[in-house]
């Protein structure tokens, strides 16, 4: 019989990175409601638009963990609002335009923030190109998304969010590997709190055996 412990909802908090218009917006509201807004506006911190979303997914073992969503405005003037937005996130979603050239050219930029803003080194990079129903007007060749996901050891998948295109796959799969390493984290003991047990013990054996009385 499953414990209580075992039906909890896990959480994690993913923020989604790009430039404006590439498709970070429209890729949250594929995910969370299947649907496609091709009058979709930029997002707006700060403004009347919701930056915020989340849905809850079932892993292959029956656990569940929700995802916490949080789309960035992806404007220069908005950098230093974006840094509250890495705190605590456990992945980063980094967006580029397949159609546009410039857009993949700034994914170092976004990837290189998440890495210096993540204290802890444990917050998980994956690159997308996004919009990959307009194979026409395509810029970028899959062989150059992989070899920057390459080059930084990330995962690159390309999407469209217009026909739904590798969504459900971008996020079960992240949704998989979110929900173990939490699972595992719930079961790690503190090596912290081992090891300053340790010390005091040390430090109240020593103590014991120095004592004159």
Not at 184 to 212: G, H, L, M, V
């Amino acid at each position: 019989m499953a414990s209580r412990r075992d039906n909890k909802i896990l959480e994690s908090k993913v923020i989604l990175l790009g430039e404006q218009r590439v498709g970070k917006s429209s890729i949250i509201n594929r995910f969370i409601n299947d649907q496609f807004d091709p009058d979709s506006k930029p997002t707006s911190i700060g403004g009347n638009q919701q930056a915020y979303s989340d849905k809850i997914i079932q892993v292959f073992n029956g656990g569940k963990i929700k995802i916490n969503l949080w789309d960035t405005a992806g404007q220069e003037i908005f950098s230093s609002i974006v840094s509250v937005y890495y705190k605590s996130a456990q992945a980063a979603i980094v967006v580029f335009d397949l159609t546009d050239r410039s857009t993949i050219n700034k994914a170092h930029k976004w990837i290189q923030e998440v890495q210096n803003n993540n204290e802890k080194n444990d917050c998980k990079i994956i690159l997308v190109g996004n919009k990959y129903d307009k194979n026409n007007e395509r810029q970028i060749k899959t062989e150059e998304g992989q070899e920057i996901a390459k080059q930084y050891k990330i995962k690159y998948y390309e999407t469209s969010a217009k026909n739904s295109y590798n969504i459900k796959e971008l996020f079960s799969d992240l949704a998989e590997e979110l929900y173990t390493d939490n699972k595992n984290a719930t079961k790690k003991p503190s090596r912290i709190t081992i090891d300053n047990f340790k010390k005091q013990k040390d430090t109240k054996s020593k103590e014991d055996s120095s004592c004159s009385c």
